[in-house]
């Protein structure tokens, strides 16, 4: 169970690709007419649209990786629109703190339940013993680079795996996908969807979002009992295999990074080895199992890719039409219901 499996945090969606059909804009990818700063990139895709009205409205696939990692390849045609436009949007308002708290309270179990009443026993012993291994070996993951910056591993594990027993069973899996050593190294710079809302508020843009948090976190909820049993399972039998030895951490953040720097954007919307299906699917599962994994996956897609790219789409064209006068930014990239407060430590 890649963590691309059930979370599509990294995975671009490009929401208003059908809504101009008939309408008054083209949508369309922009000409890098910059020189580029690597290479490689020459030919390659800015991930930046342009759609044509006056003033243009710009819609720019974000990453939801330290901005560090990505930053210098942004072609400068992208950073030039983020400057020139008035008004920047993004899925979730992730300055607000509304938007914080109520990522953190739909996570919980409801009634004051304790994962320990809701997991069967042996489960969650797995669980406990496997937090309990992350918990011991965080503050040998982090860079003397983290420790400059005053981050502790306790502070580190409470502010990732806080409060854990009190979590839904889907988000603890998220979680535990999230506490690998490479994903703790990142920790600490801001994403670069955050780092671009913050930069927005400097600059003293309007900023908004175009998701309400229950409408990424609802659906991650949606999951069945057995469905959330399964992958919780799965996820778990893949780190203990990690923590083994036995298995190579079986997806890459820095194949997405390497493929986002590159502008390679079939490889990072397209390619379900990196983004949505790889190992979770797997052909060893015996065939229940692969049908569970299979309706899992077509859930998620259903749910968090296809239904909200409709959603987000038809929010950029109302922002658009409602405000004929003002140039958009808009920065979208990932689900941050998914994500939010899994991958930012906040600082
Ligand atoms: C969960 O959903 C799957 C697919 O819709 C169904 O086959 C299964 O019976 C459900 N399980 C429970 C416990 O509701
Ligand atoms: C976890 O998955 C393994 C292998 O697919 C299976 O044998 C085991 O029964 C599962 N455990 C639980 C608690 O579902
Ligand atoms: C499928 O699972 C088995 C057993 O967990 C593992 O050895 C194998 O590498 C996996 N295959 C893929 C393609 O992920």
Same mark, same amino acid.
Request: hydrophobic letters at 40%.
């Given at each position: 169970l890649s963590p691309w499996a059930l979370?599509? @945090?990294?995975?671009?969606?490009?929401?208003? &690709? /059908?809504? %101009? !059909?008939g309408g008054p804009c083209t949508?369309?990818?922009?000409?890098?007419?910059?020189?580029?700063?690597?290479?490689?990139?020459?030919?390659?895709?800015?991930?930046?649209?342009?759609?044509?009205?006056?003033?243009?409205?710009?819609?720019?696939?974000?990453?939801?990786?330290?901005?560090?990692?990505?930053?210098?390849?942004?072609?400068?045609?992208?950073?030039?629109?983020?400057?020139?436009?008035?008004?920047?949007?993004?899925?979730?308002?992730? @300055?607000?703190?509304?938007?914080?708290?109520? &990522? /953190?309270? %739909? !996570?919980?179990?409801?009634?004051?339940?304790?994962?320990?009443?809701?997991?069967?026993?042996?489960?969650?012993?797995?669980?406990?013993?496997?937090?309990?291994?992350?918990?011991?070996?965080?503050?040998?993951?982090?860079?003397?680079?983290?420790?400059?910056?005053?981050?502790?591993?306790?502070?580190?594990?409470?502010?990732?795996?806080?409060?854990?027993?009190?979590?839904?069973?889907?988000?603890?899996?998220?979680?535990?996908?999230?506490?690998?050593?490479?994903?703790?190294?990142?920790?600490?710079?801001?994403?670069?969807?955050l780092y671009l809302a913050q930069e927005a508020e400097r600059m003293k843009k309007t900023t908004g979002a175009v998701e309400r948090v229950e409408e990424q976190c609802h659906p991650l909820n949606g999951l069945n009992f057995s469905q959330v049993l399964f992958a919780l399972n799965q996820t778990l039998l893949q780190h203990e295999s990690l923590r083994a030895g036995s298995l190579q951490a079986p997806y890459t953040t820095e194949d997405l990074i390497k493929h986002y720097n590159c502008g390679d954007l079939n490889a990072v919307i397209f390619n379900h080895d990196t983004s949505q299906v790889p190992n979770f699917i797997n052909t060893t599962l015996p065939p229940h199992e692969q049908v569970t994994a299979q309706e899992i996956d077509s859930y998620f897609r259903q749910e968090l890719i296809y239904k909200r790219n409709e959603r987000m789409g038809k929010r950029v064209m109302t922002l658009l039409r409602e405000n004929a006068d003002k140039s958009f930014f808009f920065a979208f990239g990932h689900s941050q219901g998914v994500s939010g407060l899994l991958c930012f430590v906040p600082c």
């Open positions: 979370c599509p @945090t990294s995975v671009w969606l490009p929401p208003v &690709l /059908a809504l %101009c !059909q949508l369309c990818p922009s000409v890098t007419d910059q020189p580029l700063l690597s290479p490689q990139q020459g030919e390659l895709n800015s991930f930046l649209w342009t759609i044509r009205r006056n003033p243009p409205a710009y819609l720019f696939g974000t990453i939801h990786v330290p901005y560090t990692r990505v930053w210098d390849f942004i072609p400068d045609n992208s950073k030039a629109a983020f400057h020139a436009s008035s008004s920047v949007y993004f899925e979730l308002d992730l @300055t607000d703190p509304y938007t914080i708290s109520g &990522l /953190a309270s %739909c !996570q919980m179990l409801p009634h004051g339940e304790n994962l320990q009443d809701v997991l069967p026993r042996e489960l969650y012993r797995r669980l406990k013993r496997h937090l309990d291994y992350i918990k011991l070996m965080l503050p040998h993951w982090m860079t003397p680079d983290q420790r400059g910056k005053g981050l502790y591993a306790d502070y580190l594990f409470n502010a990732i795996a806080g409060n854990w027993e009190r979590k839904r069973p889907v988000w603890v899996m998220l979680m535990v996908n999230s506490l690998t050593e490479t994903d703790i190294r990142s920790r600490g710079v801001p994403v670069l969807d």
